[in-house]
C-alpha cells in the first residue's frame, strides 16, 4: 500500500503510517466480507469479539453493522471526526463516521444525492446513529456564520421532537414513537442550506394509555419536573406527577434521565430553531390542556328514556382547561355529553353514555396531541428551510421505528412493522436482488444466492384487494355494526391460506390446536420474526375518529395555534366525506418515502441490540443472532464475497482514470470499453482482480480501487505539476513577450524624446549662434553708422557753425545796418516829430486834456460800481443802510442807484406776500396815497393794522339785535363820537360800515339811528392836523341828507377814510372825494356851516374840542 502514496505529503504519510487499513491492528475482521470460514457462528464470534473490544462497528462491504454499545465510548471526539475526514472507507476502522464522510464526498464531489438509511429494532441505537451522521456531517461541511446557523437549527430540532415524540418503553428509555425522515441540503460546495423533516404516524395511543413499565411521551415529565412554579402556575399545572390520569405511575423516572435538565435543553432548542415566544407558551399550554383532560372524569346520570347520560364528575378541571385553551366551558361539557351526526343536510343528536364519553376524551386527548405534533414538525420546516431557490444536493436520514415485539402487540405495532418490513424490503431490493440482477444482466459469472425476499409479507399487508390494511379500510367504511371481531373474520377468511399468516380462527386447520395463539389474535411472520397482534382496537384506531362536536368545539376555541390544529372544525368547511384512514394514510407516506429513497445512492448502517437489558458489555448471542438471520446480514456478506466491491460503466471509468495511461491520456479515439481494457493491462492489474460487463467494469476488491483512485491522485498531482509548468511558461513567456513590447515601445518612445531633445538643443545654440552673429554683424553695422552719423553730425555742426559764423557775421551786418537804419528812421522820425510838434503843438495840448479826463472819468465809474457790488446794504426794505457817496460827482447816481435798488428789494418783498397781505398792503398803500403828508395824523396810522372790525357784532349778544338788522357783511364797527350839530357837544355811536351803507346805531341799544347807501356819501372832508374828526358829506336830496351831513370823530381815522374810500370805489366805481383842509364846509339842514380847525390848550389832554360859535362857524380846537 506504501507504494501509492507516494505522492502524499509527509504530514499524511505519518498519519498513514499509524493506519493505513482497516486490516491493520484488525480485531477480528472489520469487514465480514473477510471472514473465513463464513458462517453463522464465526460471523456472531466477530461481532462478539469486536464488541468486548469496544469495536461496535463492522463492515459488511460499504454496510455498517453497529451494535448498541449502551455506554458512552469514546469514539466520537473531534479528534476522531479530523482522523475521518476525507479519507478513504476501508482505509480505518470501520466506523459510522467513515460511512458519513463517504456519502457526504460523493454527495458533494460527484453530485450524488444520497440517503441514510437506519434499520433496527427498537433500542438498536438508530437514533443515535442518526444523530451521529449528523454531527459528523456538521463538523465536516462549511463553515461560517450563516453555515453555522443552519447546522445548529438542524441539530437543535433533534432535541425538540424527541421530547414530544419520544418515550420510555420497555426496550429503549427514549425510544422514538414516530417515524422520521430529514432531508438535508447542501449547495454546490456542500455547505448545508437547510433541511425537510417529514415525520410518521406518532404513536398517539401512547397519551391516554402506556403498557406496565412504560411512561407517556418525555414532554410531560419534563414540564413538570422542569418548569417554575410560576410557569405551572400559569399553565394550571401541579408537579406532581400522581396528580394525573394520564401519566403511568410505576415507571415516572427514568434511571440516568434528569427530565428537569431536559426541559431547559428543550426550550433552549426551540429557541434556537426559532419558535416565537408566545409559540413555545402555545405549544405548553396544548400540553398540559391534554394533560389535564385526563383528569376529567365522568358519571352516569339516568334519563327519562331510561337510557344513561354521562354527566362531567367535578367540573374545576374542564373549567381550568376552558380557561387554558379559551373554549367555551359549556361548548365543551356539551361535546362530551352527546354526539351530533349530521347526514344529507339532517342533523341528529345523541346523548354519550359514560364510555362514550371517555371515548371521546381520550380520542380528543390524542387527536390534540397529535395534532401538535405535526403541527411542531411543519413549524421547524419552516425554520430550517432552505432561503435559497439554488440546485440542491440532499442527504436523506432516515430514523424510523424499529421492529417492535411486545406482549401486546396492537395497531401501531403492526403499523411500525410494516414499515420495517418495506425497509427491508428496499434493502434487499437495493443490495441483494439489485446486485445479483446486474450481474447476470452484465452477462458476469455468477453462482445464485438464495436470500429470504420479503415481498410477500409486504403484499400480505399492503396488497390493494387482499392486504391486511386494505381489508381493515373495508370493514372500517362497511354499514352495518363493524366490530374488531368482524375484521378479524374477513382476515380468516381472505389470508387463511397465506404462509405468514397465522390465525386460530382461520380455514387452515394447522393452527386451530396453536393454545399460544389466543382467538381474538392473528400471528404475522415477519422477516424479523412471528407477531401476534391483538385485534382489538384496529378498527377505531384505523378510524380515527374524532367526535365533529369536539372538532367544532376546539375550533371555536380563543386559542390561536388549537383553532389552527382544527381546521375541519370550522363550520363553514363541513366535509361528509370520510377522512383517509391512518392505515391508508401511513400505506401512502411509506410509499412515497420508498419511492424518494430509490432516487438516492443508499448508505446502510443495520444496528443490532446486543442484550435486553439495555446493559453495557453484555452480548446476548441468541438475540444477536436472532437479528442478524432477519436483517440478512449472512446473505448480504455472501453476495458481497461472490461478487465485485465496485462497478463503474466504462465512459465514466475511463473518463475518471485515462490519466494514467498514455494511449488513453488525453483522448481516447475508440470504444470506451477497449480503452479501460488498454488503462487496466497498461497499469498491470491482475485479471482475477475486474471482471468486463456488457456496460460497466467490475471491480471485485475494494483495494484495486484505491489503488485506482490513489494513482489517479498522484497523476492529477503531476498532471496539476505539468499545468502549473505551461501555465508559468506560458505566463512568463506571456510576461516576457510584453515586457520585450514594451521595451520596444519604451525604446522608440525614448529615442523619439532623445531625439527631439538633442535637436531642441541644436536649435536653440543655432539661433543663439545667429543671434550672437547677428547682435554682432548688427552692431559692427550700428558702429558704422553710427560712424556715419557723427562724421554727418559733425560735418553739419562744422557747417553749422560755419553758417553760424557766417550768419552771425551777416546778422551783426544786419544789425549795424537795421541799427543804423533805425537810427536814420528815429532821427528822421524825431526829426519829423520835432517838425510836426512845433507845426500842432496847439492843437494837440486841447485834446489830450478831454481825452484824458474822460478816460480818467471812466475808470473812476468803473471802479465805483465794482466797489459798489461789494458794499451793498441788506435786502430788507426798511433797512435805511446805504454806503457812503464816494465822489461828489457821482451825488445823483448814488441816490439814484439807491433809489433803484430800494424799489427793487420792496417789489422782492412784496413777491413774497399773500393775497391776504397784499389786500392789507393795498389798503395801506391807498391810504398811504391819499393821506401821506397831508395829514398829520397819518404816519401814527402807520404802524398800525387796520383792523376794521373793532366791535365783535356778532359775537357780542349786546349787539344781536344790531347783528339781526345788518344782513351784509361788516367792513368797519367801531365806536366813534358824533358831534352835535347844533352844540358840538359829541355822543357815542356804532359806526359801522357795509358794503353798500354807511350805518350808526346807539352805542348801548344798538338801534340803528341813520343808514346812509354809499351812494349818497359824497365826500369826506377833515383836517390836515393831528385830530380824528371828519365830515361825512351827503347828497342833497337824498333821504339821509335830510338832518345834514356828518360831523363824527374816531379813533381811526386814517382807517375809516380808507376803507369808505375803497368801498365806494368798488361799489359805485366812483372816487369819493376826500378833502383835507383845515377849513371846510358842512350842510346842517339848510345851512351851510364852516368848520374851523385851530390850534387849541390842551386841557382837555389830546382830545380836540367842538364849540359852535354861530350858525356859520364850528371850531374844533386841536391840542
Ligand atoms: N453509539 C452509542 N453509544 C452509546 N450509547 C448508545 C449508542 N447508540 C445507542 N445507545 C444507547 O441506546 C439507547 C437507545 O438508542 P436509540 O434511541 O438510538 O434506539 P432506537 O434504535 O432509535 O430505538 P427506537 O426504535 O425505539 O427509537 C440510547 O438511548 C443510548 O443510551
Ligand atoms: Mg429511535
Not at 649 to 665: D, G, H, S
Amino acid at each position: 500500500m506504501g507504494r501509492l502514496h507516494l505522492g502524499m505529503n509527509a504530514d499524511k504519510m505519518a498519519k498513514m503510517e499509524v493506519k493505513t487499513s482497516l486490516l491493520d491492528d484488525m480485531i477480528g475482521v472489520g469487514d465480514m466480507v473477510l471472514l473465513e470460514p463464513l458462517d453463522e457462528d464465526s460471523f456472531i464470534n466477530n461481532l462478539k469479539k469486536r464488541f468486548d473490544h469496544n469495536e461496535v462497528y463492522t463492515y459488511i462491504g460499504s454496510v455498517v453493522i453497529s451494535i448498541n454499545p449502551y455506554r458512552s465510548l469514546p469514539i466520537y471526539t473531534p479528534e476522531k471526526v479530523e482522523e475521518y475526514r476525507n479519507r478513504n472507507f476501508y482505509e480505518l476502522s470501520p466506523h459510522i463516521f467513515a460511512l458519513s464522510d463517504e456519502a457526504y464526498r460523493s454527495l458533494r464531489d460527484q453530485d450524488k444525492d444520497q440517503c441514510i438509511l437506519i434499520t433496527g429494532e427498537s433500542g438498536a441505537g438508530k437514533t443515535e446513529a442518526s444523530k451521529l451522521v449528523m454531527s459528523y456531517v456538521a463538523a465536516v461541511c462549511g463553515k461560517g456564520a450563516e453555515v453555522n446557523q443552519v447546522k445548529e437549527q438542524l441539530l437543535q430540532s433533534n432535541p425538540v421532537l424527541e421530547a414530544f415524540g419520544n418515550a420510555k418503553t420497555m426496550r429503549n428509555d427514549n425510544s422514538s414513537r414516530f417515524g422520521k425522515y430529514m432531508d438535508i441540503e447542501f449547495d454546490f460546495k456542500g455547505d448545508p442550506l437547510g433541511g425537510v423533516i417529514s415525520n410518521y404516524l406518532l404513536e398517539k395511543s401512547r397519551v391516554v394509555k402506556q403498557p406496565r413499565g412504560e411512561r407517556n411521551f418525555h414532554i410531560f415529565y419534563q414540564i413538570l419536573s422542569g418548569a417554575s412554579e410560576e410557569f405551572l402556575c400559569k399553565l394550571k399545572l401541579e408537579r406532581d406527577f400522581s396528580r394525573y390520569n394520564y401519566l403511568g405511575l410505576d415507571s415516572a423516572r427514568v434511571n440516568g434521565v434528569d427530565d428537569a435538565a431536559n426541559f431547559r435543553t428543550v426550550r433552549n432548542a426551540m429557541q434556537i430553531v426559532g419558535f416565537m415566544d408566545h409559540e413555545t407558551q402555545s405549544v405548553f399550554e396544548v400540553v398540559a390542556a391534554v394533560l389535564k383532560l385526563g383528569n376529567i372524569e365522568f358519571k352516569p346520570e339516568s334519563r327519562a328514556n331510561g337510557l344513561d347520560e354521562s354527566k362531567i364528575k367535578d367540573k374545576n378541571e374542564l373549567k381550568e382547561i376552558c380557561e387554558l385553551t379559551g373554549i367555551d366551558q359549556s361548548v365543551l361539557e356539551r361535546a362530551f355529553s352527546f354526539r351530533t351526526v349530521e347526514a344529507k343536510q339532517e342533523k341528529v343528536s345523541t346523548t354519550l353514555n359514560v364510555a362514550q364519553a371517555y371515548y371521546a376524551r381520550d380520542a380528543l386527548a390524542k387527536n390534540l396531541y397529535s395534532r401538535l405534533f405535526s403541527w411542531l414538525v411543519t413549524r421547524i420546516n419552516e425554520s430550517i428551510k432552505a432561503q435559497t431557490k439554488v440546485r440542491k444536493k440532499v442527504m436523506g436520514v432516515l430514523d424510523i421505528y424499529g421492529f417492535e415485539i411486545f406482549e401486546d402487540n396492537s395497531f401501531e405495532q403492526f403499523i411500525i412493522n410494516y414499515c420495517n418490513e418495506k425497509l427491508q424490503q428496499i434493502f434487499i431490493e437495493l443490495t441483494l436482488k439489485e446486485e445479483q440482477e446486474e450481474y447476470i444482466r452484465e452477462g458476469i459469472e455468477w453462482t445464485h444466492i438464495e436470500y429470504f425476499n420479503n415481498a410477500i409479507i409486504c403484499d400480505l399487508i399492503e396488497n390493494n384487494q387482499t392486504g391486511i390494511l386494505a381489508m381493515l379500510d373495508e370493514e372500517c367504511l362497511r354499514p352495518g355494526t363493524v366490530t374488531d371481531d368482524t375484521f378479524l373474520e374477513k382476515l380468516n377468511q381472505v389470508c387463511a391460506t397465506h404462509q405468514h399468516f397465522e390465525s386460530r380462527m382461520s380455514k387452515c386447520s394447522r393452527f386451530l390446536n396453536d393454545t399460544s395463539l389466543p382467538h381474538s389474535c392473528f400471528r404475522i411472520q415477519h422477516y424479523a420474526g412471528k407477531v401476534m397482534y391483538q385485534v382489538e382496537g384496529f378498527v377505531d384506531k384505523n378510524n380515527d375518529l374524532l367526535y365533529r362536536d369536539l372538532s367544532q368545539a376546539m375550533w371555536k376555541a380563543n386559542h390561536s395555534l388549537i383553532k389552527a390544529l382544527f381546521p375541519e372544525g370550522n363550520p363553514a368547511k363541513i366535509n361528509l366525506k370520510r377522512p383517509p384512514t391512518a392505515g391508508s394514510q401511513f400505506k401512502a407516506s411509506v410509499a412515497t418515502l420508498m419511492k424518494n429513497l430509490q432516487t438516492k445512492n443508499p448508505n446502510y448502517i443495520r444496528c443490532i441490540k446486543p442484550n435486553d437489558k439495555k446493559a453495557a458489555h453484555i452480548f446476548n448471542e441468541a438475540l444477536v443472532c436472532h437479528q442478524i438471520r432477519y436483517l440478512g446480514l449472512l446473505e448480504n456478506v455472501r453476495v458481497r464475497r461472490a461478487g465485485y466491491a465496485f462497478r463503474q460503466p466504462y465512459e465514466p471509468c475511463l473518463e475518471r482514470y485515462k490519466m494514467l495511461c498514455k494511449q488513453t491520456w488525453p483522448h481516447w479515439r475508440g470504444p470506451a470499453r477497449a480503452g479501460v481494457e488498454v488503462l487496466f493491462n497498461e497499469l498491470r492489474i491482475p485479471e482475477e482482480e475486474f471482471s468486463f460487463g456488457r456496460s460497466k467494469i467490475f471491480i471485485r476488491n475494494p483495494r484495486t480501487l484505491f489503488k485506482l483512485e490513489d494513482l489517479r491522485k498522484q497523476r492529477l498531482e503531476d498532471l496539476a505539476t505539468l499545468i502549473g509548468k505551461i501555465y508559468r511558461g506560458w505566463k512568463c513567456r506571456t510576461h516576457f513577450l510584453l515586457m520585450k513590447k514594451c521595451q520596444v515601445v519604451i525604446a522608440s518612445w525614448y529615442r523619439r524624446y532623445s531625439q527631439q531633445k538633442k535637436y531642441q538643443k541644436i536649435k536653440s545654440s543655432t539661433i543663439t549662434v545667429q543671434s550672437y552673429i547677428r547682435g554682432w554683424k548688427a552692431r559692427k553695422q550700428l558702429r558704422e553708422l553710427k560712424h556715419l552719423k557723427r562724421c554727418n553730425e559733425a560735418a553739419t555742426v562744422i557747417a553749422a557753425y560755419w553758417h553760424g559764423t557766417q550768419a552771425r557775421r551777416e546778422l551783426k551786418r544786419l544789425k549795424e545796418e537795421a541799427r543804423r537804419k533805425h537810427a536814420v528812421a528815429v532821427i528822421w522820425a524825431y526829426w519829423l516829430g520835432l517838425k510836426v510838434r512845433r507845426e500842432y503843438r496847439k492843437f494837440f495840448r486841447a485834446n489830450a486834456g478831454r481825452k484824458i479826463y474822460e478816460f480818467t472819468l471812466q475808470r473812476i465809474m468803473q471802479k465805483y460800481f465794482l466797489e459798489m457790488k461789494n458794499k451793498m446794504p441788506s435786502l430788507s426794505p426798511i433797512d435805511k443802510n446805504w454806503p457812503a457817496r464816494p465822489y461828489l460827482f457821482l451825488e445823483s447816481t448814488h441816490k439814484e442807484l439807491k433809489r433803484i435798488f430800494h424799489l427793487w428789494r420792496c417789489k422782492k418783498y412784496r413777491d413774497q406776500f399773500t393775497d391776504q397781505q397784499k389786500l392789507i398792503y393795498e389798503e395801506k398803500l391807498e391810504a398811504s396815497e391819499l393821506f401821506k403828508d397831508k395829514k398829520a395824523l397819518y404816519p401814527a396810522s402807520v404802524g398800525q393794522p387796520f383792523q376794521g372790525a373793532y366791535l365783535e357784532i356778532s359775537e357780542n349778544p349786546k349787539y344781536k339785535k344790531l347783528k339781526d338788522a345788518v344782513d351784509e357783511k361788516i367792513i368797519i364797527a367801531e365806536v366813534v363820537n358824533k358831534i352835535n350839530r347844533a352844540n358840538g357837544k359829541a355822543a357815542s355811536r356804532i359806526f359801522l360800515l357795509t358794503k353798500n351803507n354807511v350805518l350808526l346805531a346807539d352805542q348801548k341799544s344798538g338801534t340803528i339811528k341813520s343808514e346812509v347807501p354809499l351812494g349818497d356819501v359824497t365826500k369826506v372832508s377833515m383836517s390836515s392836523q393831528n385830530d380824528g374828526f371828519f365830515a361825512v358829506h351827503l347828497k342833497e336830496g337824498s333821504e339821509a341828507a335830510s338832518k345834514g351831513d356828518f360831523l363824527l370823530s374816531s379813533d381811526h381815522l386814517i382807517e375809516m377814510a380808507t376803507k369808505l374810500y375803497r368801498t365806494t370805489l368798488s361799489q359805485t366805481k366812483q372816487k369819493l372825494n376826500i378833502e383835507i383842509s383845515d377849513e371846510f364846509l358842512v350842510q346842517f339842514k339848510q345851512d351851510k356851516v364852516c368848520v374851523k380847525f385851530i390850534q387849541g390848550s390842551q386841557k382837555n389832554g389830546n382830545i380836540p374840542t367842538c364849540k359852535r360859535k354861530n350858525n356859520r362857524l364850528l371850531e374844533v380846537a386841536v391840542p
